[in-house]
Each structure stands twice: as structure tokens, then as C-alpha cells.
């Protein structure tokens, strides 16, 4: 059957698509990107040229877990409250003659390290407050707070903590004292942190991890009409930590934190690193180098998943700093879009890389729009965590934020 004009122009075609593959083939080498097509692939590198971070104005301590604590200079102190009004039923009555207590069950203890006795002091709180609403700067009032008691003692072996409630606050509590705000559980102790279970936590197979105030009483049965000895299990309403952080920043280092939540900005100039490109932007990625041998390093806390995100920021105007590396106030960023993509450590747990090919196709194809990428910890306000990176000051060259960028030409 003779060939028609139209599969002879098809036949071409193809021959002339794979003698050019080949060729593409044979100039990338070891360039190519793991699980893309070998042939055709080319990359462009550079550091960052600004960083800094900062910490956003977020609840504070809002999550599954409550922390108390000096160590690794944070200073942490847990906040609680219970609806008592609401609480009691009126089938029940209070035995006043045993103690009223908070049961709080312990997580872990970190550093590692087996600590002596722990001593905790409760003070009542007697300015408003919510959970929702709990930011670093809350409660300023705390060290005037009125101590309740000298401290309560426990082992680090403990597994729960038992807290005494004075039967006058109760009475308070009960009758709806609108003076009384809960409790500030603060630590006297150095060097460790003390992580309990929050309210958060809800979990069917350990319901009586999360924090509970445990009253002693009588209920009134109604079918054999008697009272009947009993504790009355209140949850709590409200319940937090706040962060007080006092580690030093270094420029040549930038902090990701979680419960005291700090973010990481960082700056590279993508319209020089693409300033010839004719071609499609295959694949990029943002490689940061942890220094887990920091003073200030709280990496991989046991049981506890770190990872970050990126996403735009809406103002460069950060970058004109004479030393853009440091710690900033929270106004000077206007944070953007924040996306979804997680990023992974290699095998050693000190290269954390992120893909970040959508915000690099944004800026090649409109330079203009490069105010730099914020880099946000997942769990901004659940856990005590702080990441310590290289930033684009590091004394180690190979260690500072870099850009890797694959691209391919627009044809291909």
C-alpha cells in the first residue's frame, strides 16, 4: 500500500524526536533528576542571600500535649481551668474531709537524663483567659499570682501527678466566683521539661490520660434511695502552656520552633539564577542544614514528628537590611500563601529538603513576585520543639540554605 504524505511526516517526526533525545542523553550525565527521564535535564544552583526568622503572633501551647519546665533556655508554665458550676450534678455531694486533687498524666521528661525530685507550684489565676486565645504575651500578671502552696514534690519516675486543691478555692470554683480563673502550674526546677497529656488528647484506648479534677462525694441513688461513696470526674475547659523563650540567636544560625512557634524567611535571587532561561522548570528544591550540636537544638524529640512547610511571603522589603539575618518582629513579614507540601530528612537527619518547584515556576515565569519563602513547622503551637539551621551567614559555606533548580527546554 503506498505511504501517504501524512504518515510519512509522522514517520519523520519520530526518527527526528529520538536522534534528538539521544543527544540530550548524552550531555546531562549525572544531572538528571531520580525518577524523571535521564535525557534533557540541566541544573542551576545558589545560596540564599537573606535569612532570618521570626515568631507569628499564635496561640501558644494549643495542641495534645501541656509542658513545665526550664531547659535549653525555654521557660514553659501550664494554665487550666474547670467549669465546676457546670460540672456538678445535683444528685451529688462533696466530701469535704479527703482531698480534692488534679490529675494530670505524664508523657515523657526530657532531656533523658533521670532528674531529681520536681517541685511545682500552683498559683491562682485571677485575670480571664481562653486556650483559643492564649498568645506568648498572656497573662502578665503570673509571677503576682497568689501561691496556693510551697510546692508539690514529685519523683521523675512518676507517671501521675497528683496536685491538691485548697477546699476554699473550690468552694469559689463551685459557688461561680467571677475572681477566679483556674491555675498556673509553675516549675521549680532546672534544667528539664515535664510534658503531660492535654485535654487535646483524645484517645478511646487511654481515656483517662488527659487532665481531670478528681472530687470526692456521695451520689444519691435513686432506686435504692442512699448516697453512695464516689468521685466526681471533671475535665478540664481550658487548658495551655506558654513559652517563654531566652536562648541566644545567632545570625549565623535560624530557628524553626514549635510551642514557641518560629518561622524561617528566606530569600534567593531566582531572576539571576534564571535569567537565560528559555526552557521549563522540571523540578526544585530547597535544601537547609541542620546543626543538631547547637546549645539550642531540640530536634526529634522522642515520639514526636517534625516536619515544615513552605509557602510565599507578600513583602522583600525584609531583604534591604544592612544584615537581614537575626530575629525579627512579627510586623515587618506579610506572610502569603502558606501550601501543604512537607519536605524529608536524609538518612542522617541534618539535610532537610523541600520541594519546591510550584513557588520556583511562579518566579521564573514573573520575577517581580519573589519576596522570598517562609518555612513553617508543621505543629506550630502542640509540641516544645526548635529546629536549629545554617543560614546564609554560616561560618561552613557547604552548609548554608541552597537552591537546586532542574529544568528541561519548553520543546522537550
Request: aromatic content about 12%; hydrophobic content about 40%.
Amino acid at each position: 500500500m503506498p505511504v501517504t504524505f501524512r504518515q510519512e511526516f509522522l514517520l519523520i517526526s519520530a526518527l527526528l524526536l529520538a536522534v534528538g533525545c539521544t543527544q540530550r542523553e548524552s550531555d546531562v550525565g549525572i544531572q538528571a533528576i531520580t525518577g524523571l527521564p535521564a535525557d534533557g535535564f540541566s541544573m542551576v544552583s545558589g545560596t540564599a542571600t537573606n535569612s532570618a526568622h521570626w515568631n507569628p503572633q499564635f496561640t501558644n501551647g494549643y495542641g495534645t500535649s501541656l509542658h513545665a519546665g526550664d531547659a535549653k533556655g525555654l521557660f514553659a508554665y501550664t494554665a487550666i481551668r474547670f467549669n465546676v458550676p457546670e460540672s456538678v450534678p445535683d444528685s451529688f455531694r462533696v466530701d469535704t474531709l479527703q482531698e480534692i486533687q488534679i490529675r494530670l498524666t505524664r508523657n515523657r521528661i526530657w532531656p533523658e537524663q533521670t532528674p531529681g525530685n520536681l517541685r511545682i507550684v500552683l498559683r491562682e489565676i485571677t485575670e480571664s483567659w481562653d486556650e483559643a486565645n492564649l498568645l506568648p504575651d498572656s497573662l502578665p500578671g503570673r509571677e503576682g499570682y497568689p501561691a496556693l502552696d510551697s510546692g508539690a514534690v514529685f519523683s521523675a519516675t512518676d507517671t501521675l501527678y497528683f496536685l491538691t486543691i485548697p477546699l476554699d478555692l473550690w468552694a469559689r470554683w463551685a459557688a461561680g466566683d467571677s475572681t477566679t480563673f483556674g491555675l498556673v502550674l509553675e516549675p521549680r526546677f532546672e534544667g528539664y521539661m515535664v510534658e503531660w497529656f492535654s485535654s487535646e488528647y483524645q484517645n478511646v484506648a487511654y481515656p483517662n490520660y488527659p487532665p481531670a479534677l478528681l472530687v470526692p462525694g456521695q451520689v444519691w441513688l435513686a432506686d435504692s434511695g442512699e448516697w453512695v461513696d464516689s468521685t466526681l470526674v471533671i475535665g478540664a475547659t481550658d487548658d495551655a502552656f506558654l513559652t517563654k523563650d531566652a536562648a541566644p540567636r545567632r545570625p549565623e544560625r535560624m530557628f524553626a520552633g514549635q510551642g514557641n512557634a518560629e518561622r524561617i524567611a528566606l530569600f534567593f535571587p531566582v531572576d539571576s539564577l534564571s535569567s537565560d532561561f528559555r526552557r521549563v522548570i522540571a523540578r526544585a528544591e530547597l535544601h537547609l542544614f541542620a546543626d543538631p550540636d547547637d546549645p539550642a537544638a531540640l530536634q526529634f524529640v522522642t515520639g514526636q514528628s517534625f516536619l515544615l512547610k513552605d509557602g510565599f511571603l507578600n513583602d522583600s522589603s525584609w531583604t534591604s537590611a544592612s544584615d537581614s539575618a537575626g530575629f525579627w518582629d512579627p510586623s515587618i513579614f506579610e506572610t502569603g500563601y502558606e501550601s501543604t507540601t512537607a519536605g524529608t530528612w536524609d538518612s542522617t537527619g541534618t539535610e532537610f529538603i523541600l520541594n519546591i518547584t510550584g513557588l520556583m515556576s511562579e518566579w521564573v515565569g514573573n520575577p517581580v513576585t519573589n519576596s522570598g519563602m517562609q518555612v513553617i513547622p508543621t505543629s506550630e503551637s502542640s509540641y516544645l520543639s526548635r529546629i536549629v539551621f545554617h543560614s546564609h551567614l554560616s561560618e561552613t559555606i557547604e552548609k548554608r540554605p541552597r537552591l537546586h533548580i532542574w529544568y528541561t527546554e519548553s520543546t522537550y
